[in-house]
Structures are given as structure tokens and as C-alpha cells.
């Protein structure tokens, strides 16, 4: 099998091996990261991670156009950090979805006592019935790089955002004809990662109108940098968790490589439903 790259897919991966992933490494992450599972952005370089990670949600909420009280979709919504944060800095409505009953927990637990204004489902966003015309933000942070028919989910989305609504996509992007892009797909388990071009021409091709696409590279490769670093400062327990563990920290050095050769970017694409 080949994807439209003409590129092996590395292995036959299935949506239970992503939820199984964000199931098993779920206090990882809290840990190493804390509740947002995104990249910093580093403006400065002076940033704490957590601060970096909120900026970036700054960064992507002002070009998403994220207005009080507006209804957003998180789709991937990790440990629900992000609708913690559009909750409470944007006094959004915010329904999250996650494909993982641990994140679900997670999430529904950090954001008691919000008073309603965010809601979470365990769902598979790509066969998910998305209400018609009902969100003003559908908010996809590094999520949509797992799905694996991306077009199809881009044109399903369309029709539930509101007219006048966006779609806000932060991924990772890079060409699939890179071995090393190829190695990170493996790793992070993404059936295929495109490049900056691919996500705007499907969008677009969903019927949406792209307002802006930036890339970013050298702004966000200091959450790798952290994480080497950490991962150099827990050797001991990295050489007593199970084998994915040990694959994650590999990832970590491809992901560095990625955005220091420029095979990597990171993209935040802003469209609108016309
Ligand atoms: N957006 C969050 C989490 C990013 S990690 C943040 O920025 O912190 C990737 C997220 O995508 C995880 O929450 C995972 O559960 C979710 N995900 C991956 N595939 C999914 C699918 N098919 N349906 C719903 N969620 C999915």
C-alpha cells in the first residue's frame, strides 16, 4: 500500500494504537510536560515551558479569531488544558473531544468547578457526528497529524462551524518524501504528516477559506531541547519502562533534527467558513 506520496506507510497503524499511546504515556506527560501536550512557543527563549505553552495558545487563539464567549470545538483535546485556558482567559463554551479514557478523566478533573462551561466526550473525531453550524472555533492542536483520512475530516468539519466560524490547525508538517519525516510519523504514530501546501489545499478544497498559514520552526524546537535534556537526567528510568518509552526518546532527537534541518515545521492555519 502506498500513500499520495508514493511513500510506504511504515507500519499498519489503527486509531486504538493512538488511544492506546495517550493511555499508557498519559502521566508522562503530565509529568515531563504538564497538562498541555503542545509545543512551546519561545519568543525569548526565557520562557518556561508552561509559559511557552501558553503563549502558543495565545499565539493561535488570537489567529483563530477565539472571541468571548464563543463555542469552540476542541478536537484532541488532550488533558484539557486548552479549554481550561478558552474557558477561563476567553470565557469560551468549550466541548473537548479525546479519543483516550484516561485523558477524559483527566480533563473532566481539571476543569471541575468551571461552572459548565466546558464539556468532554470520548470520541473518534474522524467518525464523530459534528452538529451542523454549531461552533464558532473548531480548534485542532497537533491532533489532526493522527487522523488518518485528514480530507475527509476537513470537509466534515466544514459544516459545523457557523458561517463567519474558523478552523484553527496547529500541526506538524513536513513532506512525507523525507526518510525523517517518514521516521517521525512512525514514532508518533501519524498515519502520514503533509507539509504546510497539503493542509491548505484540502482545506481549501473542504470548502473553507484559508485566512493566513504561518510556519514556525525555530520558536518551537526548544520543547525538544527541554526534553532532551530531561530524558538525558532520567536515563535510569527511561532503561526500566516498557520499550515505548524508549521509542518516544528516540522520537525526541528525530523531532530536533526535523526542525534543525528545515524538514520540519510547525504550522498554524486559520480558514473560515465563508
Ligand atoms: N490538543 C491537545 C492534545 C494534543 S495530543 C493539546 O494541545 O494539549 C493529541 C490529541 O489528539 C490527544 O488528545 C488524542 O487523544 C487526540 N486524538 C488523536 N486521534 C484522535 C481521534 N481520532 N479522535 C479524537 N481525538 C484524537
Redesign the pocket.
Known amino acids: 500500500m502506498t500513500d499520495s506520496n508514493g511513500a510506504s506507510p511504515a507500519r499498519s497503524l489503527t486509531?486504538h494504537d493512538?488511544?492506546d499511546h495517550?493511555n499508557q504515556f498519559a502521566w508522562a506527560y503530565r509529568r515531563y510536560w504538564g497538562?498541555?501536550?503542545?509545543h512551546g512557543l519561545f519568543l525569548t527563549g526565557q520562557e518556561a515551558p508552561g509559559e511557552a505553552q501558553e503563549q502558543m495558545l495565545r499565539y493561535c487563539a488570537a489567529r483563530g479569531v477565539v472571541q468571548p464567549g464563543m463555542r469552540v470545538a476542541?478536537?484532541?483535546?488532550?488533558?484539557g488544558?486548552?479549554a481550561n485556558f478558552l474557558a477561563r482567559e476567553h470565557s469560551c463554551h468549550v466541548l473537548g473531544?479525546?479519543?483516550?479514557e484516561k485523558?477524559l478523566k483527566l480533563a473532566r478533573r481539571l476543569c471541575r468547578g468551571l461552572d459548565g462551561t466546558t464539556k468532554f466526550e470520548l470520541?473518534?473525531?474522524?467518525?464523530?457526528a459534528f452538529p451542523a453550524s454549531s461552533f464558532d472555533v473548531i480548534?485542532?492542536?497537533?491532533?489532526s497529524?493522527?487522523?488518518f483520512d485528514k480530507a475527509a475530516y476537513f470537509r466534515k468539519v466544514r459544516a459545523a462551524i457557523k458561517p463567519g466560524g474558523t478552523l484553527m490547525v496547529?500541526a506538524w508538517t513536513g513532506s512525507m518524501r523525507s526518510p525523517l519525516v517518514r521516521n517521525i510519523a512512525q514514532v508518533f504514530l501519524c498515519p502520514e504528516l503533509w507539509t504546510t501546501a497539503e493542509y491548505v489545499k484540502q482545506i481549501e478544497s473542504a470548502g473553507l477559506r484559508v485566512l493566513s498559514s504561518e510556519q514556525l520552526a525555530s520558536e518551537v524546537v526548544r520543547t525538544w531541547d527541554l526534553a532532551a535534556e530531561q530524558i538525558r537526567r532520567s536515563r535510569w528510568l527511561l532503561s526500566i519502562l516498557p520499550a515505548q518509552f524508549r521509542e518516544f526518546a528516540r522520537g525526541v532527537d528525530l523531532m530536533r533534527e526535523g526542525f534543525h534541518s528545515g524538514q520540519l515545521t510547525y504550522s498554524v492555519i486559520v480558514a473560515a467558513r465563508g
Open positions: 486509531t493512538v488511544r495517550y497538562d498541555h501536550i503542545h476542541d478536537v484532541g483535546c488532550g488533558h488544558a486548552t473531544l479525546t479519543i483516550s485523558q470520541a473518534d473525531a474522524e467518525a464523530y480548534w485542532n492542536m497537533e491532533s497529524e493522527h487522523f496547529a
